[in-house]
């Protein structure tokens, strides 16, 4: 593991400094804002998880040692909990076990110009588990490694994550299911 | 974990390959680590060429996803958190650390009353010497002078 470049900020926020509070901001909200935004489908809530998400950083700041994880994975976790915290609370399952199949059926053509809101609409069809390996790994650019210690699975699990995700996507996007 | 297992050293085949296409996506530079040199070498031949194209058409969909830059509200409403946030968790430490300390104290202290019962055990009262009618020459024995009478 390299040297974790959020480590000497996390120490200076501890110790107070106001411009380093301002850098980690600037440095994580957008990828916060982003990850929650992809996993919630939903811009205000994905705000209140970014609001959250930092309040613990700033509590965990001052005492932050860095363990297994670097701070970056560390935090994904964090914004991630707190999604899925939102996810229970809608009641869209009756039981805290997720689902693992996604709803494949084609979504409709989309018009010129809302192709977005299809891959929006897709992204949240897709089974959470699976959404969140593709949102970690496809948008957030973690690594393989990164991404596994986030979810806290196997990078063989990510994997296989990822491609029954992609394969769901493909079929709502494209209209067939990735298989020659 | 898997990808300890895999490295540069050992050939993709096209089974590998296209698994690795179905999870990562087209851009080799997503994949793990340890096999991008081999997946390199691999997505040079026409059917790694062709694996890729495919993955590819799935990602310029989800490149279509984007998300608003946080708005300037949100940005200061965080910041503006963050003083009193960092200012409390810091004044929480340092109490906590102080009661921290005093139990270390406390804890030292009875240990210490501990040890000092176990190795000087109570000495039985020595009643003669203790005597509130006894003076230091108490035990000088009798009277020399009534001795001689």
Redesign the interface.
């Known amino acids: 593991m390299g040297a974790d470049t959020d480590e000497e900020l996390v120490r200076r926020i501890g110790a107070g400094d106001p411009a380093a509070v301002q850098a980690m901001v600037a440095r994580k909200l957008p990828r916060i804002l982003a990850l929650a935004t992809r996993m919630l489908g939903d811009a205000a809530e994905a705000e209140d998880v970014a609001q959250e998400t930092f309040v613990r950083i700033w509590r965990h700041a001052s005492g932050w040692r860095q363990g297994h994880a670097r701070f970056d994975t560390w935090v994904h976790r964090v914004a991630l909990n707190l999604c899925y915290d939102r996810l229970r609370r809608r009641r869209e399952w009756t039981t805290d076990e997720l689902p693992e199949v996604a709803d494949e059926a084609p979504l409709p053509d989309a018009l010129p110009g809302d192709e977005e809101r299809r891959v929006s609409q897709a992204l949240q069809r897709i089974a959470p588990r699976q959404r969140e390996a593709i949102v970690l790994v496809y948008y957030q650019e973690l690594s393989n490694i990164e991404a596994a210690s986030a979810m806290q699975v196997s990078v063989d699990a990510l994997e296989s994550l990822l491609a029954r995700g992609r394969r769901s996507l493909q079929a709502m996007l494209i209209g067939d299911d990735g298989d020659d | 974990?898997?990808?300890e297992r895999k490295t540069a050293d050992v050939p993709l085949d096209a089974k590998r390959f296209a698994?690795?296409a179905?999870?990562?996506?087209g851009a080799l530079h997503?994949?793990?680590?340890a096999e991008q040199a081999a997946a390199i070498l691999f997505a040079g031949t026409d059917e790694g060429r062709a694996v890729l194209r495919?993955a590819d058409?799935?990602?310029t969909?989800?490149d279509?996803?984007?998300?608003?830059?946080?708005s300037p509200t949100?940005?200061g409403?965080?910041?503006s958190?963050?003083?009193t946030?960092?200012?409390q968790?810091?004044r929480r430490?340092f109490w906590w650390l102080g009661f921290g300390l005093a139990g270390v104290g406390l804890a030292g202290a009875v240990a210490g009353l501990a040890l000092v019962t176990v190795v000087n055990p109570d000495i039985q009262s020595d009643h003669y010497v203790m005597d509130a009618n006894a003076t230091s020459f108490g035990d000088a024995g009798p009277d020399q002078a009534e001795e001689d009478l």
């Open positions: 974990m898997a990808d698994a690795l179905d999870a990562y996506g997503r994949w793990p680590a495919r058409s799935l990602d969909m989800l279509r996803h984007r998300v608003e830059a946080p949100l940005y409403a965080i910041v958190g963050a003083v946030a960092v200012r968790e810091r430490r």
